[in-house]
Each structure stands twice: as structure tokens, then as C-alpha cells.
Antibody, heavy 121, light 110 residues
Framework: QVQLVQSGAEVKKPGASVKVSCKAS????????ISWVRQAPGQGLEWMGW????????KYAQNLQGRVTMTTDTSTTTAYMELRTLTSDDTAVYYC??????????????WGQGTLVTVSS | QSVLTQPPSVSAAPGQRVTISCSGS????????VSWYQQLPGTAPKLLIY???KRPSGIPDRFSGSKSGTSATLDITGLQTGDEADYYC???????????FGGGTKLTVL
């Protein structure tokens, strides 16, 4: 069965960086891209970006350009999301998600369990 | 401020029907498929509807979706207390070249 298992909760100070991992299993990793979606406490969903697990191409949300980097390690079928220069506004649960069909960005069929990132001094 | 607009909350009695709207523009809903997600408290969202009106395997036919122009609608019939959740619409925005979501609608089953 398809599974996306994320790394554990993180607490970071303002200005620091965080790197969240997402281990995929149960399907052919290179067939489906991975997106990252975040959700601030009590708020809605925000799409952060997408990475092709086939060739590493990326597409980032305009408001995060320059601060976010998404990568993959095909040998371990793991995707990573690094966010730099953190502020309290980055406090959120971060999800890795897989689309319903290969070769598409949306819709999101499989979700990781979420990783809480707390930014606090 | 979300790109797609949803009502913050809706409510109805058990057994009744509720409709949740999602309004967008020509660059997102008007041009791309819409999907809907259900988020139960403390859990990750779950795909309910994709490609405007299709249900993934295992989603009951009490949930249905439609799209017209730059708006989409999620209908839930035969409401159950277990349907209490936050519901989000989502799509691709061709101008932003990115995914976009509505702000979410909290469903209360009275």
C-alpha cells in the first residue's frame, strides 16, 4: 500500500532553517511527483511547491521562491523540503502529498502524516 | 486571503443535505479540474472528489461535486455526525502556475 512517512516535529528559532523528509513506499517512486502543502494553526491549506521525482524539476509557490528548496533521493525514495530564514509565520504542519495520477500536479490522493514545525525564540 | 472563496461555515441537521460553494476565476476553476478534500479534526486531509465530479474508490455516493464556469460545488446528502469536518476545494491556477485552495468550510451537523 502507498505510504508517505514524514520526519518528526521540529522546533526552530527565527532565522534558522528546517529540512523535512518524506519516505515513500508502495509504488514506483519516479512515476509520481511530490508536492508539499502546509497548514498554519487553525488556518487553511497552502500549496508550497512540487518536485518531479523523475528528473528533479521543481515548481515553487511565488511567495516562497528563494526560501524553499525541494529535493529527492531516488535511491531511498525520499523527498525533502528545506525552508530557510524561518519566521513565526512559518509555524505550521507540513505535509508531503502525492497526486492521484502520475504526470500530474493535482489532485492530492496520498498525504503524509504531517510534520509540525514550530518557530519560536 | 485564499485564491478560491468558500463560505467559512455551513450547518444542517442529520439526514439533510448541504451544499458548499467554491468560487474562483478564469485562470483557476475556469480552466482546470477542481478537487475537494475532507479534513477531520487532527488528521490529514482526504481526497473526496477529483476532476470536478469523480469519487475515488471508497468514497460514498452521498458526496458529489459539480463545476460551472468559475465556480464549483460540493453536495453532501444524508448528513451524518461523522461528516463534521473542514472541507477544502483545490485546483491549479494557470496564471500563478501553482496549486491553490479555498479557505475551507467548517461543516457542523446539528
Amino acid at each position: 500500500q502507498v505510504q508517505l512517512v514524514q520526519s518528526g516535529a521540529e522546533v526552530k528559532k527565527p532565522g534558522a532553517s528546517v529540512k523535512v523528509s518524506c519516505k515513500a513506499s508502495g509504488y514506483t517512486f519516479s512515476t509520481y511527483g511530490i508536492s508539499w502543502v502546509r497548514q498554519a494553526p487553525g488556518q487553511g491549506l497552502e500549496w508550497m511547491g512540487w518536485i518531479s521525482t523523475y528528473n528533479g524539476n521543481t515548481k515553487y509557490a511565488q511567495n516562497l521562491q528563494g526560501r524553499v528548496t525541494m529535493t529527492t533521493d531516488t535511491s531511498t525514495t525520499t523527498a525533502y523540503m528545506e525552508l530557510r530564514t524561518l519566521t513565526s509565520d512559518d509555524t505550521a504542519v507540513y505535509y508531503c502529498v502525492r497526486p492521484y495520477r502520475g504526470g500530474t500536479y493535482l489532485p492530492f490522493d496520498y498525504w503524509g502524516q504531517g510534520t509540525l514545525v514550530t518557530v519560536s525564540s | 486571503q485564499s485564491v478560491l472563496t468558500q463560505p467559512p461555515s455551513v450547518s444542517a441537521a442529520p439526514g439533510q443535505r448541504v451544499t458548499i460553494s467554491c468560487s474562483g476565476s478564469s485562470s483557476n476553476i475556469g480552466k482546470n479540474y477542481v478537487s475537494w478534500y475532507q479534513q477531520l479534526p487532527g488528521t490529514a486531509p482526504k481526497l473526496l472528489i477529483y476532476d470536478n465530479d469523480k469519487r475515488p474508490s471508497g468514497i460514498p455516493d452521498r458526496f458529489s461535486g459539480s463545476k460551472s464556469g468559475t465556480s464549483a460545488t460540493l453536495d453532501i446528502t444524508g448528513l451524518q455526525t461523522g461528516d463534521e469536518a473542514d472541507y477544502y476545494c483545490g485546483t491549479w491556477d494557470s496564471s500563478l502556475s501553482g496549486g491553490v485552495f479555498g479557505g475551507g468550510t467548517k461543516l457542523t451537523v446539528l
